[in-house]
């Protein structure tokens, strides 16, 4: 029997049987203001989707909600799994529009945001956190990976944006996370860079 030949799938083919598709509209008009929210870039909000539903996660906490376009995409695969999201963000205006975003493609219901200053809402969260993603104040993001490592589980992730491009901001989170035995690092250049982290235990 001869066997039949497939065509190669396009990237459409590939969208359509995507999870986002539905929330591919709004993701593409963000995208268009996606500088001036300093969102990350699609492929990132990709990663951060295939590894919560790779570890099944159920509680995520994102620091530095913006306009909500990483939301989005992280709300989008905690609704495949189940899970829910909290977000913080100090601006309100940007609180805001996420909000509204959210609620545009019936995410809000997961999607918790706290507007304040992060360095103080992260001690109040007392979720157990299965990934923790951080995109705020770079020089930061030691003091934040430390307020939210007790909440985070074993085998729990951390992702941090701009690890490339901004570098030069966080040089105490660099040598954190390449040096505290209980997490294992590695850098990915995946645009503007993120460091991926993996808590081996307490
Ligand atoms: C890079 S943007 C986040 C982009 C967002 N993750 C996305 O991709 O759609 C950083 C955001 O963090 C907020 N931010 C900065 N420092 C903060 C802090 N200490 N606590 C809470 N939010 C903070 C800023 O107002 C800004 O909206």
């Known amino acids: 029997m001869r066997r039949q030949k497939l065509s190669p799938l396009s990237i459409a083919d590939c969208q359509n049987t995507d999870l986002m598709e539905q929330y591919q509209p709004i993701l593409r008009r963000l995208e268009k203001t996606a ?8 492929e990132n909000g990709q990663f951060l989707s295939i590894l919560i539903r790779a570890i099944q996660a159920q509680n995520v906490l994102e620091i530095g909600t913006s306009n909500g376009y990483s939301a989005i995409w992280l709300a989008a695969a905690l609704k495949e799994t189940g899970g829910r999201l909290i977000t913080l963000e100090f601006d309100p205006a940007r609180a805001a529009e996420a909000k509204a975003h959210l609620q545009e493609v019936g995410l809000d219901s997961i999607v918790e945001i706290r507007v304040g200053n992060a360095l103080d809402e992260i001690p ?18 030691r003091r934040y990976l430390e307020l939210a490592l007790p909440n985070i589980r074993p085998g729990g992730l951390i992702v941090a944006d701009d690890t490339v491009t901004m570098r030069d901001e966080m040089p105490d989170y660099i040598e954190f996370v390449f040096n505290t035995p209980t997490l294992h690092s590695v850098d990915i250049p995946l645009d503007d860079g993120v460091i991926l982290s993996y808590k081996i235990g307490d």
């Not at 500088?35 to 699609?42: D, E, W």
């Not at 109040?124 to 993001?141: G, I, P, R, S």
Request: hydrophobic share 35%; aromatic share 16%.
């Open 35 to 42: 500088k001036q929210y300093t969102n990350i870039a699609p």
């Open 124 to 141: 109040k969260c007392n979720a157990t956190f299965d990934l923790v993603f951080l995109d705020a104040e770079k020089h930061e993001y």
